[in-house]
């Protein structure tokens, strides 16, 4: 078995200036930090405990909807040694983490109501390190419930959502967001949500109607980075490690959210993971 590395192709090295201070809050310092990126389908429990393994210092869970974890009660799993949050009726994990990563996971929100995303976020509060809220998905499901890039046209929303947050949870509170029209729109919207009392902001460095094809515009996330005072997260082209070099001299920070393939997007090795998956789960047949 290889030695463990750091992650590097699926991390994020997050800028950083200064952190918030409070007497209630609890913090989470996102300076130089290695960070396991949000992915839909992927980012679950065993996937984040074995980034963790090789290094990651902070994971995303994968989007979950607020209207879904509303759906669900708290159980713990004896069997496993987890905390699942279940679906009642289906009884389908919509959620699942353990104590091991209590102090590193960042429960990632898809809402459109302010009230709504604290009464999800405080059912799953007490178990995980920090709470995101994602308004850059560009995708139609999205969309039409008016979450993720919905809300980036509706700056009073995303106060009220984050404000409430903030003034209502004890743990960390983020969000990502995508490049408006114009740099002057995005530092505004960006200024607009620093000032909610955020402790990091993610910026996809393409508009909504971009494609994954589209280069991103590193440049627009450079304008937040000089703009703001909190950590702010670069997102968009980050294929390999080389790449972190050039983003970091782009931007004048240290943040990337890759979009890589797979193997290498998750734990910024470059084994395959079903190789990494055999070494943290030998077996008598391997």
């Not at 979009?259 to 998956?277: E, M, T």
Request: aromatic share 6%; hydrophobic share 40%; with cysteine.
């Amino acid at each position: 078995m290889p030695p463990k590395q750091k992650p590097q192709n699926c991390v994020l090295f997050v800028s950083t200036v200064r952190n918030r201070q409070s007497l209630h809050h609890r913090e989470m310092d996102y300076h130089n930090k290695h960070i396991l990126a949000p992915m839909v389908r992927v980012g679950t429990l065993p996937l984040r405990l074995l980034a963790a393994e090789y290094g990651a210092d902070i994971t995303y869970g994968e989007e979950i909807i607020d209207h879904k974890i509303l759906k669900c009660e708290r159980r713990i799993n004896e069997l496993l040694g987890s905390i699942d949050f279940v679906e009642k009726g289906t009884e389908s994990v919509v959620f699942r983490t353990c104590d091991q990563e209590k102090d590193k996971v960042v429960f990632q929100i898809g809402t459109s109501d302010a009230a709504r995303a604290l009464t999800a976020a405080q059912l799953v509060c007490n178990d995980v390190a920090a709470i995101d809220v994602n308004m850059g998905c560009p995708k139609p499901f999205s969309l039409s419930g008016g979450m993720g890039a919905a809300l980036l046209s509706k700056p009073e929303l995303i106060s009220d959502i984050l404000t409430t947050l903030r003034r209502n949870l004890s743990l960390p509170v983020t969000c990502k967001i995508r490049l408006l029209k114009s740099p002057h729109d995005t530092v505004e919207l960006a200024r607009r949500i620093e000032k909610t009392g955020v402790n990091a902001i993610a910026v996809h460095g393409r508009y909504v109607l971009d494609r994954p094809r589209d280069p991103a515009k590193w440049s627009g996330i450079a304008d937040v980075v000089s703009a703001l005072s909190i950590p702010v997260i670069a997102n968009g082209d980050v294929f390999e490690y080389a790449d972190f070099q050039r983003i970091k001299s782009a931007t004048g920070m240290f943040g990337p959210i890759p979009r890589l393939s797979l193997p290498n997007r998750c734990l910024g090795s470059s084994l395959p993971i079903v190789l990494l998956v055999i070494s943290a789960f030998p077996s008598d047949n391997t």
